[in-house]
Nanobody, 121 residues
Framework: QVQLVESGGGLVQAGGSLRLSCAAS????????MGWYRQAPGKQRELVAT???????NYADSVKGRFTISRDNAENTVYLQMNSLKPEDSAVYYC???????????????WGQGTQVTVSS
């Protein structure tokens, strides 16, 4: 019903930048919050940043001041600009969207397939 497709991951040196994109498509009435999560090997998936339809963005303490989340509501797309990358930022990054499939329907969470970000020291 709903697909989230991420792009923009890759290998970068410490101090470098990457920009992740995630486009949602399918039977979408409206998207509530969108966000990015990440999971490093042997660790639990953790929140990186979220952005609601309106209101304040939210960031993990570890990325504040370095990462910026934004969204294009017309294109159902969310972005994550990552600057001053550190080796500890290396992980698989997953896009998340809370999607309403119909007017009056509840929001349902959907996940992308993940994109690898590797930061070399």
């Amino acid at each position: 019903q709903v697909q989230l497709v991420e792009s923009g991951g890759g290998l970068v040196q410490a101090g470098g930048s990457l920009r992740l994109s995630c486009a949602a498509s399918g039977s979408i009435f409206r998207i509530n919050a969108m966000g990015w999560y990440r999971q490093a090997p042997g660790k639990q998936r953790e929140l990186v940043a979220t952005i609601p339809t309106g209101g304040r963005t939210n960031y993990a303490d570890s990325v504040k001041g370095r990462f910026t989340i934004s969204r294009d509501n017309a294109e159902n797309t969310v972005y994550l600009q990552m600057n001053s990358l550190k080796p500890e930022d290396s992980a698989v990054y997953y896009c998340n969207a809370i999607v309403r499939l119909a007017n009056g329907g509840i929001g349902v969470p959907y996940w992308g397939q993940g994109t690898q970000v590797t930061v070399s020291s």
